[in-house]
């Protein structure tokens, strides 16, 4: 019998969400890795529960453009 591995993918109406450690697996493939500062982020994130839309505004101020 083979297991089922999952990538922790919902498919969403605009199209997929993919979970931390799927996305941690693609980029990996792609060559690209999260800094210990982002994953300290990332934690803090879930730590405070920041909404989708907060934790977009602090990562657009902290590594956005300044214009």
Do not use: P
Not at 54 to 61: E, G, K, L, M
């Amino acid at each position: 019998m083979t297991s089922k591995r999952s990538l922790s993918i919902k498919k969403t109406r605009a199209g997929y969400t993919i979970g931390r450690t799927g996305f941690a697996k693609i980029s990996a493939v792609e060559g690209l890795s999260i800094t210990a500062s982002m994953e300290a982020d990332f934690r803090e994130f879930d730590r405070r529960g920041l909404s989708a839309k907060d934790r977009r505004t602090v990562i657009a101020h902290k590594y956005g453009k300044m214009r």
